[in-house]
């Protein structure tokens, strides 16, 4: 048997009643590429017309965002520091005196948690500093330590799992969250043009 087309029973809309880019593809398919491509700019200058206002919000803030001085550091930046420094430090003195860091029964290798420790160790020195490219990092790091402990609370096999592990996805989630708007403000690194 011969298989019948499923257009038959389409009917087009009006030209009027068509949106102005549905509108503008037939002309296109008529006169060739010369009236697609002047079809184009004309879309592009609707689209730029409307701003959401969600975009208008997002202008309104960004306008009121100062850089930070020299020598500035808001107190997020002063706890993120002290953190990474912390963790740092103290995974790299515990690989050095032989103690065995563990967590849910593993113990990973030692050339991990001293890569980890001098990766922290950087990321605090480069936020100190109001570096960029250390506050997204440590967020990133952040980030994948909250999402490691929530699930950690799925395995908790008592209370004091259970506490450590939300203490450490709502302080995390708080300090992300207050490092996103120092994030905002913090000068993104420039490059010179040759």
Same mark, same amino acid.
């Not at 509108?23 to 009236?35: C, D, I, L, R």
């Given at each position: 048997m011969a298989q019948r087309s499923r257009k038959r029973g389409r009917r087009s809309r009006p030209p009027e009643s068509r949106p102005p880019a549905v509108? +503008?593809?037939? +002309?296109?398919?008529?006169?060739?590429?010369?009236?697609a491509v002047a079809a184009?700019?004309?879309?592009?200058?609707?689209?730029t017309a409307r701003v959401s206002r969600s975009e208008q919000k997002n202008a309104a803030v960004r306008a009121t965002l100062e850089p930070y001085g020299s020598g500035e550091r808001p107190w997020p930046i002063k706890v993120a520091v002290l953190v990474a420094f912390l963790i740092g430090a103290g995974d790299l003195v515990d690989v050095l005196v032989g103690g065995n860091i563990g967590f849910g029964g593993a113990h990973?290798?030692?050339?991990?948690?001293?890569l980890f420790s001098v990766l922290m160790l950087v990321c605090a020195a480069g936020m100190w500093r109001m570096r960029y490219w250390a506050v997204l990092g440590f967020q990133a790091i952040l980030a994948f330590v909250v999402l490691f402990?929530?699930? +950690?609370?799925?395995?908790?096999?008592?209370?004091?799992g259970v506490?450590?592990?939300v203490l450490v996805v709502c302080g995390g989630g708080f300090l992300f969250y207050k490092l996103v708007r120092v994030l905002s403000r913090l000068q993104m690194p420039r490059r010179a043009r040759p």
């Open positions: 509108a +503008a593809q037939p +002309a296109a398919k008529q006169t060739g590429t010369q009236s184009q700019p004309a879309a592009k200058q609707q689209s990973p290798a030692k050339g991990g948690v001293i402990f929530s699930l +950690a609370l799925i395995r908790a096999s008592n209370v004091a506490i450590i592990a």
